[in-house]
Every structure is written in structure tokens, then in C-alpha cells.
């Protein structure tokens, strides 16, 4: 099956740092109109997130023309658990897009991030990726241990 790609209106902005961390495109903007959001779903194929009942029930919608979840809960946990199961989506541990800018991540060599992260990161961590549009740079830390427990939880 292929990977659903998301965009996710303003009301469950949060949800799209955490899809991008488990690797899935997901495009938020943070101010755009009903009709953008639709026309954005329906050239990209992207299914839309919501929590606007007026949105799920406008016609392109309701006629399957464009796809769209109304996503049932205002809690993040529960946002997340609702998508998972509905989209019987993969918690994969992997680097793949940037939480920023949900660009896909290329890796770099250790020496290229030497200059880019904090020493202390240098010396503990031997894999680092960049993302290939806002060159923000990963790796997998401390912070990076809590989000995969976090997800556990989860899916
Ligand atoms: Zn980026």
C-alpha cells in the first residue's frame, strides 16, 4: 500500500511534527482557506486532517473526491492514536523528514557535521543526517530516545 500523505489544517497543527517524525509527508500551513486546503489535498493526493465538520461535509469531500479524516479528539496523544489505527500507520525508527520543513533528509558524513552540532553530540553520536532543504541536521540523541518511547506508547 502506499504511504498516505497528510495536510492538516490549523486546528491539529501539532499532529504534523509527529507524523513528519515518524517519516510521513505531512504539509501544514499556518494560514490558509478551506478551498486552498483542498486544492493542495487534491493535486498532491494528500489526504486532509481536521477537526472542521463544515470542511468534511463540503461536497468534494463527502463525494470521495478528496479524501479527509475529522480527527475526533483535541489531545495530541489521542489525535495520534486515532491516526495510527485508522491508517494502520508504521512507527518507524527513522530519520527520514525534517520536523521543520517536512523535507526528506539526506545523511552526512560525521566530519561534515563537526562544524554543526554541539561537540558533546559530535563525540557521542556517529550517524547525522541534514535535511536537504532547510540543512537543519539530526541525529539520533537523548531527545530523539524520548520521542520513540513516546511513540511506543502510541502505536
Ligand atoms: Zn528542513
Not at 26 to 44: C, G, Q, S, W
Request: glycine share 4%.
Amino acid at each position: 500500500m502506499k504511504r498516505p500523505k497528510f495536510i492538516i489544517d490549523q486546528m491539529c497543527g501539532r499532529l504534523a511534527k509527529w507524523l513528519r517524525l515518524m517519516g510521513y509527508d505531512a504539509v501544514y500551513f499556518d494560514d490558509i482557506n478551506d478551498e486552498e486546503l483542498i486544492n493542495i489535498a487534491k493535486r498532491e493526493e494528500r489526504i486532509i486532517l481536521t477537526r472542521d465538520t463544515r470542511l468534511v461535509k463540503r461536497k468534494i469531500i463527502a463525494n470521495g473526491y478528496v479524501k479527509a479524516l475529522m480527527v475526533s479528539s483535541d489531545m495530541l496523544d489521542d489525535q495520534l492514536k486515532q491516526l495510527v489505527n485508522y491508517f494502520k500507520l508504521k512507527c518507524d525508527k527513522k530519520l527520514e523528514r525534517c520536523i521543520e520543513c517536512n523535507s526528506e533528509l539526506e545523511s552526512v558524513s560525521k566530519s561534515e557535521a563537526k562544524s554543526k552540532v554541539p561537540p558533546y553530540v559530535y563525540r557521542t553520536q556517529n550517524k547525522f543526517c541534514r535535511c536537504s532543504s532547510c540543512g537543519r541536521y539530526y541525529w539520533r540523541g537523548t531527545h530523539w530516545e524520548k520521542i520513540q518511547a513516546k511513540l511506543k506508547d502510541i502505536c
